[in-house]
T-cell receptor, first 111, second 114 residues
């Protein structure tokens, strides 16, 4: 299994930038996912990294360093609607595409 | 496409009662998963299926059973509910093809066991 750690809560101001870190330990890494989950709703897919580096998707970017077991999700130009929980999930090689999830980081955006 | 749907959305059970949660997907996905989500613990995998007629145990399978008789449906059963099974249950599905194999989640079932 994996140990996946991410901060419990973060608060930021509308229009600012927030970086959510995720560290993991795994014996056979095969991809890292970020999901967004608004309160009372289902998680929705945000980003996927399998190679080192930065993946950018509009206001959201995700970075991966496999040697350090580290990823971050960067949220730019924060909007009130970005208030949500952000889940880091890791997939291992040869395990039927199962994901192991971190406990999630609750981001609160204040005006 | 409806994506992944779950029924019921809410349920209250008494200790010892049984129930079945239904998950349906219309994306022709091979893989289906059942998770439970509890405060501070994230999503934990209960059981999963890699195709019609197959099931396998996840991280927290005790007290639950599953069946995948049709490709589009994945059922989660609680034979004798316990208060520790109070949780939000999410179903997810994913395709064997595609670049990411990301999982698509249903809206969840909120279960309370008294």
């Amino acid at each position: 299994g994996q140990n996946i750690d991410q901060p419990t809560e973060m608060t930021a101001t509308e229009g600012a930038i927030v970086q959510i870190n995720c560290t993991y330990q795994t014996s056979g890494f095969n991809g890292l996912f970020w999901y967004q989950q608004h309160a009372g709703e289902a998680p929705t897919f945000l980003s996927y990294n399998v190679l080192d580096g930065l993946e950018e998707k509009g206001r959201f970017s995700s970075f991966l360093s496999r040697s350090k077991g580290y990823s971050y999700l960067l949220l730019k130009e924060l909007q009130m609607k970005d208030s949500a929980s952000y889940l880091c999930a890791v997939r291992e090689v040869g395990n039927d595409y199962k994901l192991s999830f971190g406990a999630g980081t609750t981001v609160t955006v204040r005006a | 496409n409806a994506g992944v749907t779950q029924t019921p959305k809410f349920r209250v059970l008494k200790t010892g009662q049984s129930m079945t949660l239904l998950c349906a997907q219309d994306m022709n996905h091979e893989y289906m998963y059942w998770y439970r989500q509890d405060p501070g613990m994230g999503l934990r995998l209960i059981h999963y299926s890699v195709g019609e007629g197959t099931t396998a145990k996840g991280e927290v399978p005790d007290g639950y059973n599953v069946s995948r008789l049709k490709k589009q449906n994945f059922l989660l059963g609680l034979e004798s509910a316990a208060p520790s099974q109070t949780s939000v249950y999410f179903c997810a599905s994913s395709s064997a093809g595609g670049p990411h194999h990301e999982q698509f989640f249903g809206p969840g079932t909120r279960l309370t066991v008294l």
